[in-house]
């Protein structure tokens, strides 16, 4: 098969589309044929050297695919070979051929190509918004990159969760975000966010990390909960305890991929169970500002790089 590898940490340019082996299913994975896979912020922290896969994950970038079963592993039952599946990856989207744990697999209700760019989303925001932010219809939530394959993953579900939905991103993404049902989108660049939600926000998804920390404390209503799921700002800063015990407030940090299988595997079903409806029914779609072929995945790197999306890239197989 192909796969794009890194040829060394650095810019797009290193990426390269090659001819590797083929995967094998180990028991309990299925292979999948990958229709395309999607480009995640993660990935452009693989590529330049800075997150290393997880032991035992694969060296290829890539963190969801969707595609068909080719191949079932010992003891897989509940799928066959044919199945049209997308699939939270631990690395190796960018490829051919994936071989997946199957407790890591959903069906796919919806187009083919479309499904590359749910399971990353979905799995990182509902398991953000509900287990961990605890989110309820008529609460306030504040979601920080709202133009991101997160972001306009998280308005729409918080919308569908029946919560009041503000955002933050640049002026030019904010028909956009309107569109997908945010009730309102500031413009961080012009603005500043703490001025309009001091004491309102029940939960915060934030992706900036050290730089908002302060602001979004203030931000926060009381018993509030504030979910950090990235560190576009940064990774240290002061924690100004006495704003968080005023409030009863709580900041949890979180990451999906490091997480161990068992985990994933909850959390995959918990998007099945809650979130799977949802795209079934509309009230959720997927949202692909472009589609590249897989070949050129560093062209993808640099659109994703310079922000220029709204929702997801996909890389596409034999585009
Ligand atoms: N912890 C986890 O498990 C997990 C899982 C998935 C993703 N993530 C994180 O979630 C974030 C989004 O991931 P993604 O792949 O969806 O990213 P993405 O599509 O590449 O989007 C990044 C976004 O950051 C926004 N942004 C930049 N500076 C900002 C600021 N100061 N305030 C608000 N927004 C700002 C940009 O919007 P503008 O154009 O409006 O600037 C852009 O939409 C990343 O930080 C990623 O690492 C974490």
């Given at each position: 098969m192909h796969a794009i590898i890194i040829r060394e940490p650095g810019g797009p340019e290193v990426l390269t589309w090659t001819e590797v082996p083929d995967p094998e299913p180990r028991p309990g994975e299925v292979i999948v044929d990958v229709a395309a896979s999607a480009v995640n912020r993660a990935d452009l922290l693989q590529r330049a050297g800075g997150y290393p896969p997880p032991a035992g994950a694969s060296p290829y970038p890539g963190l969801e695919c969707s595609g068909t079963i080719s191949a079932l592993g010992e003891g897989v039952t509940g799928w066959r070979v044919g199945d049209r599946v997308?699939?939270?990856?631990?690395g190796g989207g960018y490829a051919e051929k994936v071989a997946v744990p199957v407790e890591q697999l959903l069906p796919v209700p919806i187009d083919l190509t479309e499904a590359a760019g749910l399971p990353e989303v979905a799995c990182t925001v509902w398991s953000n918004l509900v287990p961990v932010g605890r989110l309820r219809a008529g609460e306030t939530v504040l979601i920080h990159g709202g133009g991101s394959g997160i972001g306009t993953f998280a308005i729409q579900f918080a919308k569908a969760l029946g919560a009041r939905v503000i955002t933050t991103a640049?002026?030019?993404?904010?028909?956009?975000?309107?569109?997908?049902?945010?009730?309102q989108v500031i413009d961080y660049t012009d603005e500043d966010f703490v001025e309009a939600m001091i004491g309102k926000a029940d939960v915060i998804l934030d992706i900036q990390g050290a730089s908002y920390l302060d602001?979004?404390?203030?931000?926060?209503?009381?018993?509030?909960?504030?979910?950090?799921?990235?560190?576009?700002g940064g990774r240290r800063t002061e924690l100004d305890l006495g704003k968080l015990m005023a409030k009863r407030a709580s900041v949890a940090v979180t990451?999906?991929?490091s997480r161990p299988p068992e985990e994933k595997?909850?959390?995959?079903?918990?998007?099945?169970?809650?979130?799977?409806?949802?795209?079934?029914?509309?009230?959720?779609?997927?949202v692909v500002d472009r589609t590249v072929p897989?070949?050129?995945?560093?062209?993808?790197?640099?659109?994703?790089?310079?922000?220029?999306?709204?929702?997801?890239?996909?890389?596409?197989?034999?585009?």
């Open positions: 997308c699939a939270l990856l631990a640049r002026r030019t993404k904010h028909a956009a975000l309107i569109a997908l049902g945010a009730d602001r979004n404390l203030q931000a926060l209503a009381p018993n509030g909960r504030l979910v950090i799921i990235g560190m576009q990451a999906l991929r595997a909850q959390i995959v079903q918990g998007v099945r169970d809650e979130v799977w409806p949802l795209l079934e029914s509309g009230a959720i779609r997927p897989m070949d050129q995945a560093a062209h993808a790197h640099e659109i994703v790089a310079q922000n220029l999306h709204i929702g997801k890239v996909l890389l596409v197989v034999g585009q």
